[in-house]
């Protein structure tokens, strides 16, 4: 294949991902387009049973904004890329899995799609045009160096998907306990 089709293919492929990317995270970040917010998002984790809420809010923020962004610029891509299909592979399991394939039912076929984009370019790389071509980041390229990025971010996101959620603090138990009981009262 030539070469200039493939740096076309790979800014295509960048800048369409991470933009889908980028406004989940503004929808995450300020409430954009029917977005939860920040506080909202805050919530969602301590729903989904993710705690601590703020660090896992914060670290999913980053993964979609930050990321998002940088595979739009080509930007330290291999770990943009992976820190992406990390995300993709908690919410497809936290959000998405109980609901189905299909998107019109909130299921995994729209998560996946990305998380596949996410993972080529991660693998393929950015392509001619992009900031990492004029950067010294070759090392990043390296194969070894790429897929122990990529082994380790996916063996987070397993991890954090499939792992139960723990039990509130007692503190919070027992308020709601207490707030129970003056309800009834």
Do not use: C
Request: hydrophobic share 55%; charged share 10%.
């Amino acid at each position: 294949m030539p070469t200039v089709d493939f740096d076309i293919a790979m800014l295509v492929l960048r800048v369409g991902i991470g933009s889908i990317f980028v406004a989940h995270g503004l929808q995450k970040a300020f409430g954009w387009w029917e977005g939860p917010g920040w506080e909202g998002w805050k919530g969602a984790m301590t729903y989904l049973g993710i705690r601590p809420p703020l660090f896992w809010a914060s670290i999913s923020l980053v993964a979609e904004l930050g990321g998002g962004l940088a595979l739009i610029a080509g930007f330290l891509v291999p770990l943009a890329g992976a820190g992406l299909l990390a995300q993709t592979i908690v919410l497809t399991k936290k959000v998405h899995w109980p609901n189905g394939f299909w998107t019109t039912k909130g299921g995994i076929e729209f998560p996946i799609a990305f998380g596949v984009g996410a993972f080529a370019v991660q693998v393929l790389g950015p392509g001619a045009w992009s900031l990492d071509a004029f950067l010294p980041v070759d090392v990043l390229y390296e194969p070894a160096v790429r897929w122990t990025i990529l082994g380790i971010a996916v063996a987070g996101a397993l991890v954090a998907a499939w792992m139960p959620a723990p039990a509130p603090p007692a503190s919070s138990v027992s308020q709601e306990a207490q707030g129970d009981t003056q309800a009834d009262a």
